[in-house]
């Protein structure tokens, strides 16, 4: 064997040694801008948070704008509240995808493959892909938690409002007439195990007039003393506000012929408020001292609490004077005339419920009793039990408490069952409406899948060679398939998550003329992301048998033929 001449040799050496100083060189270089680039984002990620603290903060100490009203510069605080807080929750999972790859590279070895094929950069089309892959299912879970939060909070805001309108527990007849002996029934169910409260009520429907408009209502005669700890009467009366106890007017009527000057006697739509103003001055000394006496002092009326689109409607405020007219009144020479009486108005109230607040009227039940000529009958008893949600363990001890044939007891889950069982099957149509977008998400995968199974043909080749079974190929491709849809599934959830939260706590202003609401209600529900991830999931992982199959089914000298 001839030697090689020495400086062949030296040249090779040189070569050998230029080749092992680039590759070193160059993962070193890489290594340096991988770390640049984590920390980069790490910076950036601190930078967000710091930022998300501020805006926070910003936004706490903003002042609650009421109705329509809008500022520029609370809705700018308000999203840039939002928008650093996703960004944050964002960066932040992004941030730690590395350590999570890094720990399954350490597993076992499917975990291992499949981390390493999901950081591949060979093939910058495998890698668009891929990347497609993740957006898509991101998109569609994002889709599908904001779906199911924002539908969540309206069905828990109308249920807000409808157990702060009305008794979880209404006694009744079935024909809805009046009956006697109120009292009784009233005491025997107050004494039931988890009743809170119950009052009587008086319900008649009739015609309101004001001095420029009319409208049909219905009047509700309640006790003042313990409507309040049935119903939210109390606390939706936005006029009067001076006054410590908001139906001081009701229960005494003579006092609005002195309102205060800054009393609010009615809200604006953009939350203005509207004071009493000044009184009119004296009149002159030139009137009889009888006629002014009367023109001072006035007739005293019985007080009316109308709501906020009544108020609207009939164009009123607080002491002004209204008239309820009656079809069933009295028999006269003609026929049955009308009953009118006067009543002047006592409060307006605002329950967030368009039906309630154009439609219900309150006054004493001693005045709708005298005006409906019921003398000492009532229409209702209202219940109020401890746990709403839990109504109908309660309900069965009130029946039988009641114990009376010609009466009936219905919860407010029967007498809003059509409503509720509507809203609930919508929110089931949604959820599955929108999986289906996932489904299509999923496609993207199973093309990755099959793509990743072509460019690695060979490799996959070598190691059915050197012994990997095809379960092992399968459960590769099944975890780069998992992996990349679990990435999805936890940036398109966690940026919900952020989103909805953000929105719940800073609040999307909507304009309460439209959809009688000053804010998106959001539902933040950890069941509801749980089954949404669960769902995702799912739905990625049955996306991986079929490629990953074909991947398994692979034999060693198709990989290998044309190498």
Known sequence: ?????????????????WAIGFLVWRAVRDSARHRRARGVLQSVCAALGVMFVGFT?????????????????????????????????????VAL?????????????????????VRTKKSGFLTLISGLSIFAVALASFSLSGAISVMGGFSADLKRKILGNNAHIVIDTTSQSPFSDGQSVLDRVQRVPGVVAATPVVQGEVMVNSASNLAGVIVQGIDPAGIGNVIDLRKNIEAPVRVEDKLAYLENPELLRHIPPDEVIGIGSGGEEYTKGPELPPLGDDLDPAVTAVLATGPTRPGLIIGREL??????????????VSPLGDLGP???????????????????MYEYDAAHVYTTISEAQSYFGLTDKISAIEVKVEDAENVERVTPNVTAAVARSDLRTRDWREINKNLFSALKLERIATFLILSIEIIVASFCIVCTLLLMMTEKAKEIAILKALGATDGAIMRTFMTEGVIIGGIGTLLGVSTGVALCTGLAWAGLRLDPDVYYIDRLPINVSAWDYAAVTLAALLICTIATVFPAKQAAQLRPVDGLRYE
Do not use: N
């Open 1 to 17: 064997m001839s030697t090689l001449p020495r400086p062949l040799i030296v040249v090779g050496v040189l070569v050998v040694a």
């Open 57 to 93: 903060f910003w936004t706490a100490r903003l002042p609650v704008l009421r109705g329509s009203a809008w500022t520029l510069r609370d809705a700018l605080v308000r999203a840039g509240t939002v928008v650093t807080g996703v960004l944050f929750v964002v960066g932040t999972v």
């Open 97 to 117: 995808l590395p350590w999570a790859l890094d720990r399954l590279e350490g597993g076992s070895f499917t975990s291992y493959v499949a981390a390493r094929h």
């Open 311 to 324: 108020a609207k409607t009939l164009h009123v405020y607080v002491g002004d004077e209204v008239t309820l």
């Open 334 to 352: 003609m026929g049955v005339l009308p009953k009118t009486r006067k009543f002047m108005i006592a409060g307006i109230f605002y329950s967030g």
